[in-house]
C-alpha cells in the first residue's frame, strides 16, 4: 500500500524523459492530456459547421398543379430531422468516445479480456451526459423563458431505447453468457441501433401500429429565431470567416432542419423554369471553381492571426493579451485543421469526413498519453477513462446541447442529444469493439 509508483522506462515525447521524477512526467502527461481535449473542442467547431451543411441541403421537387396544370417548384429538406439528430447530430458528438473505445479494442486485439480505457470512457460519459449536461440545459435558456418537448412521441422513442440499452447489457452479461460476449450477441446490439433508427422514424411519421398515439405540439415557423439565425456559436476557435460573412450571409443552422414548414411553394412557367435552372448551372459552376479555393485559402489566414479585427478594437489591453495568449496556444490546432476542406464542398460530407478523421488521430493520441499517466503514476486506467477521458471526449455532446438550449424555440434537439448519445455509446461505441474482438477470436 505504501509503495511508490511503479518505474516507467518508456517515453512518450522526448528521449530524455525517462530520466526525469514521475511526478514532472504525470504533470506533462496531464498538460498534453489538457491540450488534446482543446484540439477536440477546435475540430468540433468544424465538424458542426459541416453538420450544418449536410442538414440544411434541399432538393428541388417539381410537381403539376391538378387544377391549373402548372408546375409547382417545391423545395424539401433532404434530411428527416429526427434522423438527423440520431444518424448525425448524436452520432458526430458522440464519435470521440467510439473513436476512443475502437482504438483500444484493436490496441488489445486477441486478448480474452476487454480494455479499461474503451469501456471506461463510455460509462463515465453516460454518467456526464445525465448529469453535467442536463444542468446545463436547464441554465442556459435565457431568464424567464420555458422550452418543453414539442413531440413527447419521439422523445419516448428515443428514451426507451437508452433505457433498454441497458436492460440488455444485462441480460447479456448476467443472464445469457455471464461475463462473455459472443459473435450474435455482438452483432445483434449494433444491428440494434438500426432499429432505432426506424422506430423513431416511425413515430416521427405517425406510422400506424408501432407509433404511439400522441400529438405533436405545435412549432412556430421559424425553428430558430431570427434574432439567434446568425449567431456563431465557434466563437472560440475563431471560425468565421470574413469570405463567409459577405458572400453567405445566410449562415446554415444544424438546427433549421427542424422547422416542419420549411418547404417553399410557388408557381412558375415551365419556361422560365428551364432557362433559370440553365443560366443557374452556369452561374453556379464558374462561382463555385474560386469561391471554394478563396474559402480554403482564408482558413490557413485565419488560422495565423492572434487578433480579429474586431478584437483590435477592444479598448482594454488586459482582454487583448488574454485573447492573444489563447489564439497562440490554439494556432496549432488551427493551422492543422485548416487542411479539412471547406464545408460549402459536396454540401459538407468532405469536410464531415474528414474532421471525423481527425478527431480518431486525437483519440489515439489520448489513448497513448492516458497509458503513459497510468505508467508513471500507478493509476488504473479504467479509473483515468471513468474520470478525466469521459469529461473531455464529452465535450462536443455539452457544447452541441448548449447550442441547443440556448437558440432553439423548444428543447426537442438538446433533450434528444442528450438521450440519444447514450443509446449510441451502447450501441454502437460498446457493440463495434465487440464485434472486432468476437470476430478475431
Same mark, same amino acid.
Given at each position: 500500500?505504501g509503495?511508490?509508483?511503479p518505474?516507467?522506462d518508456? !517515453?512518450?515525447?522526448f528521449?530524455?524523459?525517462?530520466?526525469l521524477?514521475?511526478?514532472v512526467?504525470?504533470?506533462?502527461c496531464t498538460?498534453?492530456l489538457?491540450?488534446?481535449f482543446?484540439?477536440?473542442?477546435?475540430?468540433?467547431a468544424?465538424?458542426f459547421k459541416s453538420? +450544418? @451543411?449536410?442538414t440544411?441541403?434541399?432538393?428541388?421537387?417539381?410537381t403539376i398543379?391538378p387544377?391549373?396544370?402548372?408546375?409547382? =417548384?417545391?423545395?424539401?429538406?433532404?434530411?428527416?430531422?429526427?434522423?438527423?439528430?440520431?444518424?448525425?447530430?448524436a452520432?458526430g458528438?458522440s464519435?470521440?468516445q467510439? @473513436?476512443?473505445?475502437? $482504438?483500444?479494442?484493436?490496441?488489445?486485439i486477441?486478448?480474452l479480456?476487454a480494455?479499461?480505457l474503451?469501456?471506461?470512457t463510455l460509462?463515465?460519459s /453516460?454518467?456526464?451526459d445525465?448529469?453535467?449536461?442536463?444542468a =446545463?440545459?436547464v441554465?442556459?435558456?435565457r431568464?424567464?423563458?420555458?422550452k418543453?418537448?414539442s413531440?413527447?412521441g =419521439?422523445?419516448?422513442v428515443?428514451l426507451?431505447w437508452?433505457f433498454?440499452?441497458y436492460?440488455?447489457?444485462y441480460i447479456i452479461?448476467?443472464?445469457?453468457?455471464?461475463?462473455?460476449i459472443t459473435l450474435? +450477441?455482438?452483432l $445483434?446490439t449494433?444491428?440494434?441501433y438500426?432499429?432505432?433508427?426506424?422506430h423513431?422514424?416511425?413515430?416521427?411519421k405517425r406510422w400506424? !401500429?408501432?407509433?404511439?398515439?400522441?400529438v405533436r405540439?405545435?412549432r412556430?415557423?421559424?425553428?430558430?429565431p431570427?434574432e439567434?439565425?446568425?449567431v456563431?456559436h465557434?466563437?472560440?476557435?475563431d +471560425?468565421t470567416s470574413e469570405?463567409?460573412?459577405?458572400?453567405n450571409?445566410?449562415?446554415?443552422?444544424?438546427?433549421?432542419i427542424?422547422?416542419?414548414n *420549411?418547404?417553399?411553394?410557388?408557381?412558375v412557367?415551365e419556361?422560365?423554369i428551364?432557362?433559370?435552372?440553365?443560366?443557374?448551372?452556369?452561374?453556379? *459552376?464558374?462561382h463555385d471553381?474560386?469561391?471554394?479555393l478563396?474559402v480554403w485559402?482564408q482558413q490557413?489566414?485565419?488560422?495565423?492571426?492572434l487578433e480579429s479585427?474586431e478584437?483590435?478594437?477592444?479598448?482594454?489591453v488586459?482582454l487583448?493579451?488574454?485573447?492573444?495568449?489563447w489564439?497562440s $496556444?490554439?494556432?496549432?490546432w488551427?493551422i492543422l485543421?485548416?487542411f =479539412?476542406?471547406?464545408y460549402?464542398? /459536396?454540401?459538407?460530407?468532405i469536410?464531415?469526413?474528414? @474532421?471525423?478523421i481527425f478527431?480518431?488521430g486525437i483519440a489515439?493520441?489520448?489513448?497513448?498519453?492516458?497509458?503513459q499517466i497510468?505508467?508513471v503514476?500507478g493509476?488504473?486506467?479504467?479509473?483515468?477513462?471513468?474520470t478525466?477521458l469521459a469529461?473531455g471526449?464529452s465535450?462536443?455532446d455539452l457544447?452541441?446541447s448548449? $447550442?441547443? /438550449?440556448?437558440?432553439?424555440?423548444t428543447?426537442?434537439? /438538446?433533450i434528444? *442529444?442528450?438521450?440519444?448519445?447514450?443509446?449510441?455509446?451502447?450501441?454502437v461505441?460498446?457493440?463495434?469493439?465487440w464485434?472486432?474482438n468476437?470476430v478475431?477470436?
Open positions: 500500500m509503495s511508490t509508483a518505474s516507467c518508456a !517515453y512518450l515525447f528521449y530524455g524523459e525517462t530520466l521524477p514521475n511526478g512526467r504525470a504533470f506533462l498538460v498534453a489538457a491540450y488534446c482543446i484540439g477536440l473542442s477546435a475540430i468540433t468544424r465538424f453538420m +450544418e @451543411s449536410i440544411n441541403h434541399s432538393r428541388e421537387v417539381v398543379d387544377q391549373t396544370k402548372t408546375p409547382i =417548384v417545391k423545395h424539401e429538406k433532404v434530411w428527416n430531422y429526427t434522423i438527423a439528430d440520431i444518424a448525425l447530430l452520432f458528438t464519435f470521440p467510439i @473513436s476512443l473505445a475502437t $482504438i483500444d479494442a484493436i490496441r488489445n486477441g486478448q479480456t480494455g479499461g474503451g469501456p471506461g460509462v463515465g /453516460a454518467a456526464f445525465l448529469f453535467p449536461i442536463h =446545463v440545459c441554465v442556459m435558456p431568464a424567464g423563458s420555458m418543453k418537448i413531440d413527447l =419521439v422523445w419516448l428515443e426507451f437508452s433498454w440499452a436492460i440488455w447489457l452479461l448476467e443472464v445469457w453468457t455471464p461475463n462473455v450474435w +450477441e455482438a $445483434i449494433v444491428l440494434q438500426g432499429l432505432l433508427l426506424v423513431a422514424y416511425a413515430q416521427d400506424p !401500429y408501432v407509433s404511439i398515439p400522441l405540439g405545435e412556430p415557423e421559424d425553428w430558430v431570427a439567434d439565425a446568425s456563431d465557434d466563437k472560440n476557435c +471560425e469570405i463567409l460573412s459577405s458572400q450571409g445566410d449562415i446554415a443552422d444544424i438546427f433549421s427542424h422547422s416542419y *420549411n418547404a417553399g411553394y410557388h408557381h412557367p419556361k422560365d428551364e432557362e433559370s435552372s440553365k443560366m443557374e448551372l452556369v452561374a453556379k *459552376n464558374t471553381d474560386t469561391y471554394w478563396s485559402r490557413f489566414v485565419e488560422a495565423v492571426m479585427p478584437q483590435r478594437k477592444i479598448d482594454s488586459c487583448r493579451f488574454i485573447i492573444i495568449c489564439n $496556444i490554439l494556432a496549432p488551427k485543421f485548416a =479539412v476542406p471547406p460549402q464542398i /459536396a454540401h459538407g460530407w469536410a464531415f469526413i474528414c @474532421s471525423l478527431i480518431s489515439y493520441g489520448v489513448t497513448k498519453i492516458t497509458d497510468s505508467c503514476t493509476i488504473n486506467p479504467y479509473v483515468i477513462a471513468f478525466a469529461a471526449t465535450w462536443p457544447v452541441a448548449k $447550442i441547443a /438550449a440556448e437558440r432553439q424555440v428543447a426537442d434537439s /438538446a434528444a *442529444n442528450i438521450t440519444c448519445s447514450n443509446s449510441v455509446n451502447i450501441y461505441g460498446i457493440s463495434v469493439p464485434l472486432i468476437t478475431y477470436n
